[in-house]
């Protein structure tokens, strides 16, 4: 099992730049992928971003494609959500999420554990 704590989410102006940090606990992060989502207000949580186990595969959704790029840092037990050019509509809370496999996954249900959230604004 695994646990995930956010972190770095706040309030930027449109064209700024966020980085969010997913912390993973245990010794085993690197057997998990890992896969970032948000949620709006009144919305469906939808994918934004996937890595692979070892860092060598990535996966984004179009919406974000370009603007931001995930990695991690297996010896550190980290993953990141580096998030450029942002956009009013990229405000949501943004989530973390985990599940042993050697693929990269974009569907909710791929996962079963998830942190509990943090909030990114982007004001126009």
């Known amino acids: 099992q695994v646990q995930l704590v956010e972190s770095g989410g706040g309030l930027v102006q449109t064209g700024g730049s966020l980085r969010l940090s997913c912390a993973a606990s245990?010794?085993?992060?690197?057997?998990?992928?890992m896969g970032w989502f948000r949620q709006a207000p009144g919305k469906e949580r939808e994918f934004v971003a996937a890595?692979?186990?070892?860092?060598?595969?990535?996966y984004y959704a179009d919406s974000v494609k370009g603007r931001f790029t995930i990695s991690r840092a297996n010896a550190k037990n980290t993953v990141y959500l580096q998030m450029n050019s942002l956009k009013p509509e990229d405000t949501a809370v943004y989530y973390c999420?985990?599940?042993?496999?050697?693929?990269?996954?974009?569907?909710?249900?791929?996962?079963?554990?998830w942190g509990q959230g943090t909030q990114v604004t982007v004001s126009s």
């Open positions: 999420a985990a599940r042993l496999g050697s693929y990269y996954y974009t569907s909710f249900n791929d996962y079963p554990y």
């Open positions: 245990g010794r085993t992060f690197s057997s998990y992928a």
């Open positions: 890595i692979t186990r070892g860092g060598a595969s990535t």
